[in-house]
């Protein structure tokens, strides 16, 4: 794969990235909120189980690309850590957390990680895009 070919795929999954996990912090603040206050839309699919699996087979795929392809690049280690805390909080919001510490607290952890994850995809596109990157910007 060419560097430029590798770039682009790593900016379009830094941007997917940071998009799904902005979509995951909107989604744990806003739909508490419009359940409290009785808006009448259709919340119940955006609290079932399937949007949460929906929204990881989104944030999964798309940090792994990314984060491979930069880190491999420029080897910065803050995205690497900041990519698996994210990714691993992510991953245990939807499958134990709400069991063990209640919804309020899978809701932190879901809010810690999606910011996790939006700190490393940007951090990842600056540096791809830096000098200090040896591949060229898409």
Same mark, same amino acid.
């Given at each position: 794969? +060419?560097?430029?070919?590798?770039?682009?795929?790593?900016? /379009? $999954?830094? #941007?997917?990235?940071?998009?799904?996990?902005?979509?995951?912090?909107?989604?744990?603040?806003?739909?508490?909120?419009?359940?409290? !206050?009785? !808006?009448?839309?259709?919340? $119940?699919?955006?609290?079932?189980? %399937? &949007?949460?699996?929906?929204?990881? #087979? /989104?944030?999964?795929?798309?940090?792994? %690309?990314?984060?491979?392809?930069?880190? #491999? =690049?420029?080897?910065?280690? #803050?995205?690497?850590?900041?990519?698996?805390?994210?990714? !691993?909080?992510? %991953?245990?919001?939807? +499958? %134990?957390?709400?069991?063990?510490?209640?919804?309020?607290?899978?809701?932190?952890? !879901?809010? &810690?990680?999606?910011?996790?994850?939006?700190? $490393?995809? &940007?951090?990842?596109?600056?540096?791809? =895009?830096?000098?200090?990157?040896?591949?060229?910007?898409?």
């Amino acid at each position: 794969m +060419s560097n430029s070919r590798a770039t682009g795929i790593s900016t /379009v $999954a830094d #941007w997917l990235g940071i998009a799904a996990s902005t979509a995951c912090g909107v989604h744990c603040i806003l739909v508490p909120v419009l359940l409290v !206050t009785g !808006t009448v839309l259709p919340v $119940a699919f955006l609290g079932e189980e %399937v &949007f949460h699996v929906a929204m990881l #087979w /989104v944030i999964l795929p798309a940090a792994i %690309v990314a984060f491979g392809i930069g880190c #491999w =690049r420029h080897k910065d280690q #803050w995205v690497l850590a900041l990519g698996i805390v994210g990714m !691993t909080g992510m %991953v245990l919001a939807v +499958s %134990v957390l709400h069991d063990l510490i209640g919804e309020t607290g899978e809701i932190v952890v !879901t809010l &810690f990680s999606a910011a996790a994850l939006i700190a $490393a995809h &940007f951090r990842n596109y600056r540096l791809c =895009r830096s000098a200090d990157c040896a591949h060229d910007a898409a």
